[in-house]
């Protein structure tokens, strides 16, 4: 029903930058949120960003000031610019997508196969 395809990560020194791109295909027009979450060797995956329909953001306490989540309408596209990475950012980053259950069956929650970040020191 929906795709999501990332892309953008790779190795980094710290205090470098990274955009991760997340492009969404199929049944989009049901999203009502996307997002970016993160999960580190051995640990529980953790929300890091995310934007409404609306345009409303919201950010993890460990990322505020340094990444910054955006949209691009037209090409069905969510990016994370993330500015002043440090080596507690490495992680698998993986896109979803969320829609309501008023627009019918589930399943409610889409993700994308992950991109690997990995910031150096």
């Known amino acids: 029903q929906v795709q999501l395809v990332e892309s953008g990560g790779g190795l980094v020194q710290a205090g470098g930058s990274l955009r991760l791109s997340c492009v969404a295909s199929g049944s989009i027009f049901s999203i009502n949120a996307m997002g970016w979450y993160r999960q580190a060797p051995g640990k529980q995956r953790e929300a890091v960003a995310a934007i409404t329909r609306g345009g409303s953001t919201n950010y993890a306490d460990s ?3 340094r990444f910054t ?3 691009d309408n ?3 596209t969510v990016y994370l610019q993330m500015n002043s990475l440090k080596p507690e ?3 698998v980053y993986y896109c979803n997508a969320h829609r309501p259950l008023v627009t019918g069956p589930g399943p409610y929650d889409y993700w994308g196969q992950g991109t690997q ?3 150096s020191s």
């Open 63 to 65: 990322v505020k000031g």
């Open 69 to 71: 989540i955006s949209r």
């Open 74 to 76: 037209a090409k069905s």
């Open 89 to 91: 950012d490495t992680a």
């Open 117 to 119: 970040v990995t910031v």
